[in-house]
């Protein structure tokens, strides 16, 4: 069974930091693109940044600049440096892979249970 298991999630001062991990565990023949959503109060999931397998990154405008996205292929885990936080950026971050279980099956979109950032003086 495969799972996504985020982590670093948290409170922080507008213009602080943080850096949020994404681990992918089980057995997979494949994990392909991952990225990271949020998801305000109120409002639609909305896309962060993605990564392919082969590191091509793609960001949303509001984060560009201030946010990075890389992942450590060895260790199925995807991160995502948040800097120059503001509190727009408050949100549930998810996470999302992208993962072909066997050579014989599709991929399938798997999503991690999400973590708060809160950004707040």
């Known amino acids: 069974q495969v799972r996504l298991v985020e982590s670093g999630g948290g ?4 213009g602080g930091s943080l850096r949020l991990s994404c681990a992918a565990s089980g057995t997979m ?17 909305e896309l962060v940044a993605t990564i392919t397998s082969d ?8 984060v560009k600049g201030r946010f990075t996205i890389s992942r450590d292929n060895a260790k199925n885990t ?3 440096q ?7 950026d408050t949100a549930v971050y998810y996470c999302n892979a992208g993962i072909r279980l066997r050579i014989t ?14 950004i707040s003086s």
């Open 11 to 14: 409170l922080v001062q507008p």
């Open 29 to 45: 023949y494949r994990l392909n693109s991952m990225g990271w959503y949020r998801q305000a109060p109120g409002k639609q999931r």
């Open 55 to 62: 590191g091509s990154t793609n960001y949303a405008d509001s």
């Open 78 to 80: 995807v991160y995502l």
């Open 82 to 88: 948040m800097n120059s936080l503001k509190p727009e």
């Open 105 to 118: 099956t599709p991929q399938g979109d798997y999503w991690g249970q999400g973590t708060q950032v809160t």
